[in-house]
């Protein structure tokens, strides 16, 4: 039965040494994962700002019972902030005059 034996096994490592070197290999996969998963920040920034405004349209279904009436309110401040911005640039002052008058 000794043809299964090995009889040129290599000796046991020390438990120190074997630790060590179970702490380097550990270190230098984490050091491989976190340089392969790495994060674009202009990406992170986008998939914040998209869960800021669904975190506000939650918010808006809440106050307002439902959410089609969160979804009118939204629509209502967007409409109010878009005539807002057309009414000032289509009134803003002439370069030449410095008179208000109407741009087109």
Known sequence: ??????????????PAAAEA????AYERGRRDERARH??????????FMV???GAGMMYL????GSFSRGGE????KLANATDNA???SATSPSPQTGDTQLQR
């Open 21 to 24: 070197e179970i702490r380097k």
């Open 86 to 88: 057309l009414a000032s």
């Open 38 to 47: 790495r994060s674009h920040p202009f990406l992170a920034m986008m998939v």
């Open 73 to 76: 309110v939204v629509d209502l």
């Open 1 to 14: 039965m000794a043809w299964w034996k090995r009889s040129d096994a290599e000796p046991a490592a020390t």
């Open 51 to 53: 869960a800021l405004a």
């Open 61 to 64: 279904a809440a106050r307002e």
